[in-house]
């Protein structure tokens, strides 16, 4: 059963029959979950339909507003395993795109993200003696998308890179999962670049270094799931066989064009959105600027 993912340890744990070519390693964090796929062949590449490359996704199980304390570990984790993949230079400067619309709830976890970063590259330029010289030069974009603007994001993306030429860009987006569990709850940071919309089925150019010209970390978070899933969710509290799950999917299938690619999203999305934005944007800042620490958690982000 091909069901739709974007998260890389997902897709590996539904292709268990590869035999080579993924390396996952299961850690904690401080009582936070990490796990780690490395996809090194191009064999494995395809069948799990992941690029070669590094995933890190992170799981937090309690996110709500009260909990303070699970909040701000999930803010300086995300921080410590973006510093790590970025393994860039404290003057290389970094752009940051907000991918998605911000007009759905499910789909702006980047337009969100992004207006939360601490930006500096104009102050650096303009005012540079007003800012320390460690500070790094961060700018950030959120270029909406086609139906808006008329205009491929990757268009839109490389015009401004060959502009401001950054050393490094940052990509966010929503992502889709397999698991209603996972919703709000994980982050996905990759070394591979991303696709835009492939959370709602709608992949646009992909944005990586290959298109770009510059490396590319992504960071998503699965808003959305696929109306199947939840089916089949609801199948495994069952005790469904596969052979049973395998003959609902292809009724399921029949459905088509009467409902079957529907996705569905949780009911206190905008709080999730919210919250998820604002742990990336923390996230990013802590591993951008090397003089923020923990007590600047929320500095930037009262939005």
Known sequence: MNIRTDLAVEAANMHKEVSGGIESILEEDNGIKIE???ITSEAAAEAVGKPIGNYITITVNDLSENNREEYEKACICVAKELKNILNIEESASVLAIGLGNGHITADSIGPESVKRLLVTRHIKEIM?????????SVSALAPSVMAFTGIETSCIVKGVIEKTKPDLVIAIDALASRSMARLGKT?????TGINPGSGVGNNRKELSEKTLGVRVIAIGVPMVVDAVTVALDALDTTGATEEEKRVFFEAYKRMEPLGADMVVTPKDVDSLAK???MIIANGMN???QSALGKEDI?????I
């Not at 982050?187 to 070394?191: G, S, V």
């Open 187 to 191: 982050i996905q940071i990759a070394d």
């Open 286 to 288: 802590l591993a951008l």
């Open 128 to 136: 540079p003696e007003e800012i320390d010289e460690s500070v790094r």
């Open 36 to 38: 780690r796929i490395k």
């Open 298 to 302: 929320d500095r930037y982000t009262q």
């Open 275 to 277: 919250r998820s934005a």
